[in-house]
């Protein structure tokens, strides 16, 4: 069994003191030239690992993790964000940090402001993690985080901006162009294709447009096919829906760019209409239309995996001090009905 070197062979190897050593582990304090060489080859030569437990240990330091994201009891989407930030917070439980998770509606851009403007005046805060739903108040936080110099990481949507440390997710202008493809697959040329957008204003949400662009971009090399958008909120949907549809008559294919997709069959099947369907996300009732062949595909974006990851991403960073990739960008999972089973595991 190969023997773990310590802090005090290392010193030993090189003819330096202990405390030499740790400068140049650590980065700190004045360390001769002659001395530097010395240790960095004994350090090479012996392929030394420090013990990142030992280090947090010793430093006694305890972290300040928020993570601020859309409420799981108004959109059940979010509640497999929830589940991966939970699983990170037990896996991560020996060591000396302090999480807490916030919860902002996801369909006021105020509320997100509000709680994200008290977390960052919270004393110690070392990072924030959140959900950019809304573009311009994202922007004005992580403006505000930057200034502070406190960690930040985002995940699901992502900024246009390069303030971030770092974000998890998806390529949503990708995403979009792949459910092109699909629906494009599935319907005859001078087909109508109608892009629903439920819950969310479209001007101030970044993932929908994100898709949306993608989407048409995609259709922009067949210019046979006719599309139409339309934005509205669940409680409109009832009232507004229906008069979409008579008016865009016939509509041969629905692209939905977030969780709501199940409200687009159920409507369809009270008006005895059905069409080619893509949407996103594995809500309970979004798989049940999808194994009864009422819509095509659904995207996966991996909530938890996306929550899992952004969380973990800034724990490592402040813990090991790891470097964290700016941008990690998750595979796009197609899932139809003969699929389903296996992503439900």
Known sequence: MKKKQTIKDIAHAAGVSIGTVDRVLHKRGKVSKKSMEIVTKVLNELDYKPNPIARTLKNNTIYS??????????????KRCMEGINEIIVEFGAFDFEIEIYCYDPSKPKSFSKIGEQLIQTENLDALLFVPLFEKES??????????????????????????????????YSSGR???????????????????????????????????????????????????????NSNEFQSKFPDFVEQFNPIDAFFITTSKVYEVPEALKSQGTKSKMVGYDLLLRNVECL????????????????ASLGLKGLIEKLIFEKEIPKKRLLPIDIVNSENVESYLI
């Open 65 to 78: 993790i928020k993570v601020l994201l859309p409420d799981p009891k108004k959109d059940h989407y979010w």
């Open 139 to 172: 922007n004005t936080l992580l403006k505000k985080l930057n200034t502070r110099q406190i960690l930040s990481g985002t995940f699901n949507s992502s900024l246009s901006n390069n303030l971030v440390d770092q974000h998890t997710g998806q390529d949503l």
């Open 178 to 232: 792949v459910a092109a493809k699909l629906i494009y697959d599935l319907i005859k040329p001078h087909s109508r294709i109608a892009i629903i957008h439920i819950d969310e204003a479209f001007n101030n949400a970044i993932h929908m447009k994100q898709k949306e662009q993608g989407f048409s971009s995609f259709f922009k090399e067949y210019s046979s096919f006719e599309i139409k958008t339309l934005t509205l």
């Open 291 to 306: 194994k009864k062949g009422e819509m095509d595909f659904l995207i996966h974006q991996n909530p938890k995996i996306q």
